[in-house]
């Protein structure tokens, strides 16, 4: 973390600032799609984050601590923008086919769809800390800093989460009853 380029960008300098951003963008609009599970949400959550730090730069006491600062704006982003779009999304559950699966390399795919799957029903505030700890791999106590709960919340809410993702995991797992016809 370069302190001096966060002080200059406190102080205006535009390019110090870009390249700031640069440096994080990528990972900001990664974690936005995972917390959001929509490319133009989580873009559109990314760009407001990003004007909201340009903005709120002056007001930072410790340039150390841009990061955690930074992805708390992000977050609030995220949950700003699911709040401006909630809309209906269908939750279609594919049936498995009772022939025998070779594993001829579709099986990860399998895996990762059915986990996808499994993320999405998780309420946002849990997908918010798996993202933070699993993907950001952030500390606990760095994941309270950015939502601003205490770490006991943050270890509570990823343990409702990694049940959650479990029970959706079992239940897709579950064979499903055929009906007989007449």
């Not at 594919?94 to 990762?112: C, F, K, M, Y």
Request: hydrophobic content about 40%; charged content about 30%.
């Amino acid at each position: 973390m370069d302190t001096d380029l966060v002080a200059r960008a406190q102080r205006g300098d535009k390019d110090a600032f870009a390249v700031l951003a640069a440096e994080r963008a990528d990972r900001y609009l990664a974690a936005s799609h995972r917390i959001l599970r929509d490319l133009s949400l989580a873009e559109d959550a990314t760009q407001q984050a990003l004007l909201s730090i340009w903005r709120d730069l002056p007001q930072l006491r410790d340039p150390a601590r841009f990061d955690a600062w930074s992805y708390r704006l992000l977050v609030r982003a995220c949950y700003a923008e699911a709040r401006r779009n909630r809309r209906w999304t269908p939750n279609l559950t594919l049936l498995p086919v009772d022939e025998p699966v070779e594993d001829d390399g579709t099986r990860s795919v399998i895996d990762r769809d059915q986990l996808h799957r499994a993320f999405g029903r998780l309420p946002m505030d849990q997908r918010t800390v798996v993202v933070l700890r699993h993907y950001l791999d952030l500390p606990f106590e760095g994941i309270a800093e950015v939502l601003g709960i205490p770490a006991g919340t943050v270890a509570s809410r990823l343990h409702y989460a990694m049940r959650g993702l479990r029970s959706a995991l079992d239940a897709d797992a579950r064979p499903t009853v055929r009906e007989v016809g007449p």
